[in-house]
């Protein structure tokens, strides 16, 4: 009874590590293209680096509103790669100490300087290059086309050049959305582990005539004999 007990969690085991390599097979061959994806407040933050906070502030605010924009409370809202795309702009603004109404007013005339950046994310072919710049001294900062003789003298009088370049924060969120992708299929991979390791909890561990156990008997027969036991 205790062999087949202890046979039973073998082959539960190794049917949770085939569940491990069908999943993985399956979400790389069934993926769909990335603009057709969705993601919660959370995978978002996860990915842009905004907080939820901010992402919450800026919904409330109509500035980057999610795809699926549900109300009431326990609702879940999901956003877009095109709407994560805002969410980098608004984080890469940020963290170059613009305020959050300079930043506002630069996303909304990125959109319409450049709207296909935001609807072709990653088929976005253009290189296009763009400033922050403040134009005299009575003028606000403003996003222009790059003008390299205009960033230079501006520079040089004290005022200041920032520059945005689109591809580089396409190619950024592509990298981070990769890398989140990576980080799912881990976290998959040790939730089945946990589970793999603790299929032999109620196994009979009752030691048989030489010595060894069932469990002994069983990791020796799924490992090939290479199993060392102390």
């Known amino acids: 009874a205790a062999l087949n007990s202890c046979l039973t969690h073998v082959f539960y085991s190794n049917t949770m590590l085939l569940k491990f390599y069908m999943f993985a097979i399956m ?3 069934t993926m769909k293209p990335m603009e057709e994806k969705f993601f919660t407040s959370t995978d978002a933050a996860r990915i842009t680096g905004c907080t939820p906070r901010q992402s919450q502030y800026w919904r409330q605010k109509n500035l980057v509103v999610p795809t699926v924009n549900t109300t009431g409370t326990g609702r879940n809202v999901y956003y877009s790669v095109s709407d994560l795309l805002q969410l980098k702009v608004m984080r890469q603004l940020l963290s170059v100490g613009l305020s959050f ?3 506002k007013d630069t996303l909304d005339s990125l959109r319409k300087l450049e709207p296909q950046f935001f609807k072709e994310t ?3 072919k253009a290189k296009k290059r763009f400033m922050l710049w403040q134009q005299s001294p009575q003028h606000m900062v403003e996003l222009s086309e790059f003008d ?3 960033a230079i003298a501006a520079i040089r009088e ?4 920032i520059p945005f370049w689109t591809e580089t924060v396409g190619h ?3 990298e981070e959305m990769e890398l989140f ?3 799912l299929l881990q976290e998959e991979e040790e939730i089945l582990k946990i589970e ?3 299929s032999f909890s109620s196994v009979d561990l009752s030691r048989l005539d030489d010595g060894s156990t069932i469990l002994d008997i069983a990791l020796d027969s799924t490992s090939g004999g290479k199993i060392t036991r102390k």
């Open 27 to 29: 979400f790389l061959c």
């Open 172 to 174: 950024q969120l592509n």
């Open 158 to 161: 004290g005022r200041p050049v």
């Open 122 to 124: 990653f088929s976005y």
């Open 148 to 150: 390299e003789e205009k």
């Open 181 to 183: 992708k990576q980080k």
């Open 101 to 103: 109404e300079v930043c």
């Open 196 to 198: 793999y390791e603790g």
